[in-house]
């Protein structure tokens, strides 16, 4: 049986025109999307998420198209960039690890500078998001909105199960005001007792540790391959390849090593909270 193959209208979206102008592209090379992933180190399946727009492709991917079909005069990553114009409630180079965040029975998450975005307060967030320096003030609340918005999947019937593990730091670094501190703190001590969330502080006695260089989270599956998304200054960055998600697949299983256990993580942000950010 031959494949009904989706046909795009590729001004329906910046996502629909990349999809679109990777599936001519490819089918010009004669090559097959299995054989387009190998070249770009993603799996068939992958490839053909984006060319269906079902999935925003990442900077790592578009380069790679790039590479893999010199024809295309370097068209992926100059879509890709165009596309970030379109940034809605989320930068677009965020697309793809929304749609993973959406689709995960189980999220991991390291943070050493602050709290999570999927546990953090609108005040908080609005404190953070209002310091980026490409912050328009009239799209703030939009930002706030979206990032609030992502905690929605642990109101679901079957929430993903997420380790959330961050540095002692996170909890003492002012974030906006004293009350904004404090509140954050109280509400990341009562989401810790919500059932599908464990938060885990590694104490600040641990002193160097495996994640210092810097914040990510892993997506799993069940028995699917599971990706990551890596904080950078610039712009995170998305990947399924093996040997990433292994690797801080590691890491991370040592920093929960490091950390306190689920109860005294409590009562340390408790402490904190009372001590450090109440006038």
Known sequence: MVPVIRELDPSAGPLNFFG???RRARAAAGLSQDQLGQRVGYSGAQVGKVETGDRAPSLDFAQGCDAALPAAGGLFARIYALARRWDGGHPSWFSEWLEVEQRATSLCSWEPLSIPGLLQTADYARAILAAGPD???DELEQLVS??????????RANPPKLWAVMDEAALHR???SH?????????LAD???????TVQIVPAGIGAHAGLLGGFAIASFGSAPGTVYM????????TGKPSVVGKLSLTFGTLRADALPRGASRDLIGKIAEERWTD
Do not use: N, V, W
């Open 20 to 22: 679109a102008e990777l």
């Open 135 to 137: 912050t328009a003030e």
């Open 174 to 176: 002012l974030i906006g």
């Open 191 to 197: 989401t810790s007792c919500h059932p599908s969330i």
């Open 146 to 155: 979206a990032r609030i918005e992502r905690q929605a999947i642990f109101d």
């Open 231 to 238: 904080e950078s200054p610039d712009q995170g960055q998305t």
């Open 179 to 187: 009350k904004i501190m404090y509140d954050q703190l109280l509400h």
